[in-house]
């Protein structure tokens, strides 16, 4: 599976950004794409998850309420939409995938796509 991540960039806090996951491949099956981002001088952590198989998701509680995970059939993606933006959501996000069950743990995660670059002005 290759991935590739777009829809960064540079926003005031309080608005809005749409981050893209185009998947290459089998999605098909227990599938889970999930996303991650890495603050400034911080470790890689989890944000969101979707699986293919049943539509469940997963959020980060920090933005519970602001972002919202779907997946768009036609293009084989899934988005990231992001609401409410705040300073502290600026860092590089990145796209990742597995095989298997959900869940927020990134070493089960074999697939990453490239990173892309949210900054939160204040």
């Known amino acids: 599976v290759q991935l590739q991540a777009s829809g960064g960039g540079l926003v005031q806090a309080g608005g809005s950004l749409r981050l893209s996951c185009a998947a290459s491949?089998?999605?098909?099956?227990?599938?889970?794409t999930g996303w991650f981002r890495q603050p400034p001088g911080k470790e890689r952590e989890f944000v969101s998850a979707f699986s293919w198989r049943d539509g469940r998701k997963l959020y980060k509680d920090s933005v519970k309420g602001r972002f919202t995970i779907s997946r768009d059939n036609a293009n084989n993606t899934v988005n990231l939409q992001m609401n409410s933006l705040k300073p502290e959501d600026t860092a590089v996000y990145y796209c990742?995938?597995?095989?298997?069950?959900?869940?927020?743990?990134?070493?089960?995660?074999?697939?990453w796509g490239q990173g892309t670059q949210v900054t939160v002005s204040s």
């Open positions: 491949g089998r999605t098909s099956g227990n599938y889970v």
């Open positions: 990742a995938g597995r095989y298997g069950a959900i869940m927020e743990y990134i070493r089960y995660y074999n697939y």
